[in-house]
């Protein structure tokens, strides 16, 4: 069980937007520490598309974008593409159990 | 550009020792603010956050794990080394290291960028 919350899987279709949620509690992303956002294409290593919350690095579209409020986080992407089709982690830090911690993982579908 | 590329044995039987090597080049691990970590994955499952170690050799463990991991760094060589001991069926996983930078005002608030290609460890008899 992970101690940040996502869902297992979601989907949307060509075009659309679909968000992905990562809640925690008040010894992660409540006490106030930031969140990142992976992609894990099938097969391959993680890859890191957002940092700080809401941050993008170089090269990742402008369709994904982050945000954080209270003791949840969210992943948005828009114009869903086919190449996004993906595994989608959270990661914080956990105050608690002094540790880095990731979510579950979210399996995106594009339909 | 930051580059990290894992090597080891690919099977190691109950209760060995798992010895990794992280070998990277872009960056050297004796700057100010930079990390090694890793992380692991077992099939079909999350991600794990398992160590990391920065330019002035302060070492971090996860809780859970402290007991049985080891990180140390070779700064002339560009490798961090980790070893996981009475290795388990249960850690068979696809390990991962990742270059970390600290956030000045927050060092807790590090993520990994790059990650490694990963490298699969089977523990089997």
């Known amino acids: 069980q992970s101690v940040l919350t996502q869902p297992p899987s979601v989907s949307g279709a060509p075009g659309q937007r679909v968000t992905i949620s990562c809640t925690g509690s008040?010894?992660?992303?409540?006490?106030?520490?930031?969140v990142h956002w992976y992609q894990q294409l099938p097969g391959t290593a993680p890859k890191l598309l957002i940092y700080?919350?809401?941050n993008r690095p170089s090269g990742v579209p402008d369709r994904f974008s982050g945000s954080k409020s209270g003791t949840s986080a969210s992943l948005a992407i828009t114009g869903l593409q086919a190449e996004d089709e993906a595994d989608y982690y959270c990661?914080?830090?956990?105050?608690?159990?002094?540790?880095?911690?990731f979510g579950g993982g979210t399996k995106l579908t594009v339909l | 550009q930051i580059t990290l590329k894992e090597s080891g044995p690919t099977l190691v039987k109950p209760t060995q020792t798992l010895t990794l090597t992280c070998t990277f080049s872009g960056f050297s691990l004796s700057t100010s603010g930079v990390g090694v970590g890793w992380i692991r994955q077992p099939p079909g499952k999350a991600l794990e956050w398992l160590a990391l170690i920065y330019w002035d050799d302060d070492k971090r463990y996860s809780p859970s794990l402290k007991s049985r991991l080891t990180i140390t760094k070779d700064t002339s060589k560009n490798q961090v080394v980790l070893t996981m001991t009475n290795m388990d069926p249960v850690d068979t996983a696809t390990y991962y290291c990742?270059?970390?930078?600290?956030?000045?005002?927050?060092?807790?608030?590090?993520?990994?960028?790059?990650w490694g290609q990963g490298t699969l460890v089977t523990v089997s008899s």
């Open positions: 008040s010894s992660n992303i409540g006490a106030g520490y930031d």
């Open positions: 990742a270059h970390s930078l600290v956030v000045p005002a927050a060092p807790q608030d590090n993520w990994f960028d790059p």
């Open positions: 990661q914080s830090y956990d105050s608690s159990l002094s540790d880095w911690v």
């Open positions: 700080g919350n809401s």
